[in-house]
C-alpha cells in the first residue's frame, strides 16, 4: 500500500495558508532572553475568530461525473468559530505560558487538544530547562523544514492552518545552553512519547490511503464473519483504530542534540533526531497469502535523521538551507515494508523589491529515496512471505512517477495604507508530478485589533499520478473574521 498521504503537506502548508507572513526573512533561533522578571506578573491575552468557507466543486464521495453544480445555493458551505486564550506568569527566574484552544474539533474529539501548548521554563545563568506540553521548530527554513521531526501534525483540516497551528505539541523537556562566543547554542530535547500523525477519517479531506485501508479492514472483517460463529463474533468485536499502534509506550521515545551557532553573517547548525516517522507503514505480506483473511499489521517506521541547516544574508538577499539524511531499519531496500533510507533537502531566499512592500520569497525542498532499482525490481520480496511477482506496489515506498520529488513554493506579500491592506500570492509547483496549487489572499487591517481576510485555493492535477489528485475538487473560498485581544 503506498504511504504518501501528506509528502506534499509538509511542503505547501508552511506556505500556502499562513495567516501572515510578517516574519519571513528572519533567520532567528528561539532567542527569548536567559534571564527572569524581577517581580512576578501575570498577563493575558486573546483571541477569536470566525472562518467561513464555501467549496466549489462536488466532493468526491459524491459520484457523479459533472463536478460542477448547476447553481450557487448548490455550493456546500462551512462555518468554523473558535477562539485560543493565553496566560503568561513571569517571576524571578522562572515563567510559565499557557495557551488553551477552544473549538469544536478540541471539544468534541481531542480534547487533549484544549491545552495547545503549556511551556514552563527555569533560568539557571546560561542554561534554561523547560518543560511542557511543547512544540518545537528546528531548521533554518522558512515556515517550511526538513529537519522539524519532534510534533506531529492534525490534517483533520489538511494543510489549510498556518504551519505552527497545524503542529500537534507534545510533552518534552528541553534544556538549552548558551555559550559566550559565535553565539554557539547547545539544545537537547526528550519526549516520553510521540504524538502520530492525524488524519480526517470522514468528508472531503479524508486521505484515499485511509479509505482504502478502511475497505482492506471491512473485507477481511467480512471473510472472517463467513467462517462461522466464531469468525462472525472476532468481526463484530474488531475496530479498524486497533490496528495503528499505541505510540504512548517508552517504544516510541524521541530524543535529539542540535547545535547552533554564528559566523559572521553566517548562521549554522548541526541536529540528530531518534525517533519514529509520524504516519504507518502497512505489512501485507500475512493478509495478501491467507487470501484476506488476516489484518494488515501497521507500524510507525524508526528513523534517525542527521541534519545540517545554514541561513545568510548576501547582498538584499536572504539565504537559507538545510540538509537532512534519514536512516532507517531498512539500509538494504529490499524489506518492501519499511521506509528506505533517504535525503531530503531545503534551498531558498527573500528579498525585498523596492516598489510598495513587496517581497518575494522562494523555497525549493525535495527528497530522494535511495535503493529504488530495488523496489521496481521487486527485490527481497520472497524473503517477506510474498511473491516477488508485480508486487512493488505494496511497497510502502513505490511511486511509479519516480524516487525524487521536489516542490517551487513561490510566496508573494505587500501591503498598503500603512499596512492596513496586505495582498499576498502563494503558488506551488510539483515538479515531477505536475501538480500546480495558487492561494490567493487579502487582508485588512482597520486597527491593531480586527483583521477581515478573503482567500481562496485552486488546485489544477495533470493526471491521477499527481500527488494532489485526490483533493482536485476541494478548491475553496474562504472568508474570515479574527480579532486579537
Given at each position: 500500500m503506498k504511504n504518501k498521504i501528506f509528502a506534499l503537506a509538509m511542503i505547501f502548508c508552511s506556505f500556502a495558508f499562513a495567516q501572515d507572513f510578517d516574519d519571513w526573512g528572519s533567520f532567528s533561533d528561539d532567542t527569548d532572553g536567559f534571564g527572569g522578571g524581577s517581580s512576578p506578573s501575570i498577563t493575558f491575552s486573546g483571541e477569536g475568530e470566525l472562518q467561513g468557507r464555501m467549496y466549489l466543486d462536488k466532493p468526491?464521495?459524491?459520484?457523479?461525473?459533472?463536478?460542477?453544480?448547476?447553481?450557487?445555493?448548490?455550493?456546500?458551505?462551512?462555518?468554523?468559530?473558535?477562539?485560543k486564550l493565553g496566560i503568561n506568569f513571569s517571576g524571578s527566574n522562572v515563567d510559565a505560558d499557557v495557551q488553551l484552544?477552544?473549538?469544536?474539533?478540541?471539544?468534541?474529539?481531542?480534547?487533549?487538544?484544549?491545552?495547545?501548548?503549556?511551556?514552563?521554563?527555569?533560568?539557571?545563568?546560561?542554561?534554561?530547562?523547560?518543560?511542557?506540553?511543547?512544540?518545537?521548530?528546528?531548521?533554518?527554513?522558512?515556515?517550511?523544514?526538513v529537519l522539524d521531526n519532534f510534533n506531529a501534525d492534525d490534517y483533520t483540516d489538511f494543510i489549510v492552518p498556518e504551519y505552527i497551528?497545524?503542529?500537534?505539541?507534545?510533552?518534552?523537556?528541553?534544556?538549552?545552553?548558551?555559550?559566550?562566543?559565535?553565539?554557539?547554542?547547545?539544545?537537547?530535547i526528550w519526549t516520553p512519547y510521540m504524538e502520530?500523525?492525524?488524519?480526517?477519517?470522514?468528508?472531503?479531506?479524508?486521505?484515499?490511503?485511509?479509505?482504502?485501508?478502511?475497505?482492506?479492514?471491512?473485507?477481511?472483517?467480512?471473510?472472517?464473519?463467513?467462517?462461522?460463529?466464531?469468525?462472525?463474533?472476532?468481526?463484530?468485536?474488531?475496530?479498524?483504530?486497533?490496528?495503528?499502534?499505541?505510540?504512548?509506550?517508552?517504544?516510541?521515545?524521541?530524543?535529539?542534540?542540535?547545535?547552533t551557532g554564528t559566523f559572521g553573517s553566517f548562521d549554522w547548525g548541526?541536529?540528530?533526531y531518534y525517533g519514529h516517522y509520524k504516519q504507518p507503514s502497512a505489512d501485507l505480506s500475512a493478509t495478501i497469502l491467507s487470501g484476506k483473511t488476516e489484518m494488515p499489521s501497521l507500524e510507525y517506521d524508526w528513523k534517525q535523521t542527521f541534519g545540517l541547516e545554514a541561513a545568510t544574508v548576501l547582498g538584499r538577499f536572504n539565504l537559507r538551507g538545510e540538509l537532512a539524511y534519514n536512516l532507517t531499519d531498512d539500509v538494504a531496500g529490499d524489506n518492501p515494508w519499511v521506509h528506505n533510507n533517504s535525503i531530503a533537502w531545503l534551498a531558498g531566499f527573500d528579498?525585498?523589491?523596492?516598489?510598495?512592500?513587496?517581497?518575494?520569497?522562494?523555497?525549493?525542498?525535495?527528497?530522494?529515496?535511495?535503493?529504488?532499482?530495488?523496489i521496481d525490481d521487486?527485490?527481497?520480496?520472497s524473503s517477506y512471505g510474498v511473491m516477488k511477482s508485480a508486487l512493488k506496489s505494496y511497497d510502502v515506498d513505490y511511486d511509479k512517477t519516480g524516487y525524487t520529488n521536489n516542490k517551487l513554493v513561490v510566496n508573494i506579500t505587500d501591503s498598503w495604507m500603512n499596512d492596513k491592506i496586505a495582498p499576498e500570492v502563494t503558488a506551488l509547483w510539483g515538479i515531477e508530478r505536475d501538480d500546480f496549487v495558487v492561494q490567493p489572499k487579502i487582508a485588512y487591517k482597520p486597527n491593531g485589533n480586527l483583521t477581515l481576510t478573503l482567500s481562496g485555493m485552486y488546485i489544477h492535477c495533470k493526471d491521477e499520478d499527481s500527488e494532489f489528485y485526490e483533493w482536485k475538487d476541494n478548491s475553496f473560498i474562504n472568508v474570515g473574521v479574527n480579532c486579537k485581544f
Amino acid at each position: 500500500m503506498k504511504n504518501k498521504i501528506f509528502a506534499l503537506a509538509m511542503i505547501f502548508c508552511s506556505f500556502a495558508f499562513a495567516q501572515d507572513f510578517d516574519d519571513w526573512g528572519s533567520f532567528s533561533d528561539d532567542t527569548d532572553g536567559f534571564g527572569g522578571g524581577s517581580s512576578p506578573s501575570i498577563t493575558f491575552s486573546g483571541e477569536g475568530e470566525l472562518q467561513g468557507r464555501m467549496y466549489l466543486d462536488k466532493p468526491k464521495y459524491e459520484d457523479q461525473k459533472d463536478s460542477d453544480y448547476d447553481s450557487v445555493s448548490d455550493f456546500p458551505v462551512t462555518a468554523t468559530p473558535s477562539a485560543k486564550l493565553g496566560i503568561n506568569f513571569s517571576g524571578s527566574n522562572v515563567d510559565a505560558d499557557v495557551q488553551l484552544k477552544f473549538d469544536e474539533s478540541a471539544i468534541k474529539d481531542y480534547p487533549q487538544d484544549v491545552i495547545d501548548e503549556l511551556t514552563i521554563r527555569g533560568y539557571f545563568g546560561k542554561l534554561k530547562l523547560e518543560a511542557g506540553k511543547m512544540k518545537v521548530i528546528w531548521g533554518k527554513g522558512d515556515k517550511l523544514h526538513v529537519l522539524d521531526n519532534f510534533n506531529a501534525d492534525d490534517y483533520t483540516d489538511f494543510i489549510v492552518p498556518e504551519y505552527i497551528d497545524r503542529r500537534l505539541s507534545t510533552p518534552m523537556f528541553r534544556a538549552i545552553y548558551s555559550f559566550e562566543k559565535n553565539d554557539l547554542r547547545l539544545e537537547g530535547i526528550w519526549t516520553p512519547y510521540m504524538e502520530k500523525d492525524r488524519f480526517a477519517t470522514d468528508g472531503i479531506w479524508t486521505p484515499d490511503a485511509y479509505t482504502e485501508l478502511k475497505n482492506s479492514v471491512t473485507e477481511t472483517a467480512s471473510n472472517w464473519a463467513e467462517s462461522g460463529t466464531a469468525g462472525l463474533m472476532k468481526a463484530a468485536q474488531f475496530n479498524q483504530d486497533d490496528l495503528y499502534p499505541d505510540t504512548q509506550k517508552l517504544k516510541y521515545t524521541q530524543a535529539g542534540l542540535r547545535i547552533t551557532g554564528t559566523f559572521g553573517s553566517f548562521d549554522w547548525g548541526a541536529s540528530y533526531y531518534y525517533g519514529h516517522y509520524k504516519q504507518p507503514s502497512a505489512d501485507l505480506s500475512a493478509t495478501i497469502l491467507s487470501g484476506k483473511t488476516e489484518m494488515p499489521s501497521l507500524e510507525y517506521d524508526w528513523k534517525q535523521t542527521f541534519g545540517l541547516e545554514a541561513a545568510t544574508v548576501l547582498g538584499r538577499f536572504n539565504l537559507r538551507g538545510e540538509l537532512a539524511y534519514n536512516l532507517t531499519d531498512d539500509v538494504a531496500g529490499d524489506n518492501p515494508w519499511v521506509h528506505n533510507n533517504s535525503i531530503a533537502w531545503l534551498a531558498g531566499f527573500d528579498v525585498d523589491i523596492p516598489v510598495n512592500n513587496i517581497n518575494i520569497n522562494i523555497q525549493e525542498t525535495g527528497t530522494y529515496i535511495f535503493k529504488g532499482d530495488k523496489i521496481d525490481d521487486a527485490e527481497g520480496f520472497s524473503s517477506y512471505g510474498v511473491m516477488k511477482s508485480a508486487l512493488k506496489s505494496y511497497d510502502v515506498d513505490y511511486d511509479k512517477t519516480g524516487y525524487t520529488n521536489n516542490k517551487l513554493v513561490v510566496n508573494i506579500t505587500d501591503s498598503w495604507m500603512n499596512d492596513k491592506i496586505a495582498p499576498e500570492v502563494t503558488a506551488l509547483w510539483g515538479i515531477e508530478r505536475d501538480d500546480f496549487v495558487v492561494q490567493p489572499k487579502i487582508a485588512y487591517k482597520p486597527n491593531g485589533n480586527l483583521t477581515l481576510t478573503l482567500s481562496g485555493m485552486y488546485i489544477h492535477c495533470k493526471d491521477e499520478d499527481s500527488e494532489f489528485y485526490e483533493w482536485k475538487d476541494n478548491s475553496f473560498i474562504n472568508v474570515g473574521v479574527n480579532c486579537k485581544f
